[in-house]
C-alpha cells in the first residue's frame, strides 16, 4: 500500500534483498504508523540506488513537500560511498533525505546482532 503523498510518509530505496529484509523487520514495530512508510523494490547496488534517488524520486520530492527518503546502502568497508552518496543530494532536499546502512555487509550485521548462523535466527510475528 502507498502512503498518503499529501502528508508526511518515508519512502525507503534499499541497495539489495538483504536491506530490504531489514526495512521490513523495522515495519513490524507497533509503535510506527506502517501506512507513513513503503519499502520500495531493490535498486540493485548502491551505486544504481544513489543513480534511481536522482532519477526518480528527486522530482517526486520537490513535488511533494512531506515526502522524506531512506537511502539503505552497504557501505561494504568504503568510507567514501557515504560521501559520496550525500554529495548527490541536492541541497533542498538535504533536510529530507538520510542515508542509511551498515559499514561491511546487512548479513554480516544480522549474525553479529545474532550471535549465530542466521539460518537460526527467530521471526517476529505480525500482530495486526
Do not use: C
Not at 524520486?57 to 539503505?72: A, E, G, H, N, W
Amino acid at each position: 500500500m502507498s502512503p498518503n503523498q499529501y502528508k508526511p510518509h518515508i519512502l525507503v530505496l534499499p541497495e539489495d534483498d538483504a536491506n530490504r529484509q531489514i526495512a521490513n523487520g523495522f515495519l513490524q514495530s507497533p509503535n510506527l504508523n506502517a501506512r507513513a512508510i513503503q519499502v520500495l523494490p531493490p535498486a540493485g547496488g548502491w551505486q544504481r540506488t544513489v543513480e534511481q534517488f536522482i532519477n526518480d524520486y528527486v522530482p517526486t520530492m520537490r513535488k511533494f513537500s512531506q515526502r522524506m527518503m531512506v537511502l539503505l546502502i552497504d557501505f561494504d568497508n568504503r568510507e567514501n560511498r557515504l560521501s559520496y552518496a550525500q554529495s548527490q543530494i541536492p541541497d533542498d532536499l538535504k533536510e529530507r533525505v538520510f542515508i542509511l546502512g551498515v559499514q561491511s555487509e546487512p548479513e554480516n550485521l544480522k549474525r553479529d546482532i545474532l550471535g549465530y548462523d542466521t539460518k537460526s535466527a527467530f521471526v517476529i510475528p505480525f500482530i495486526p
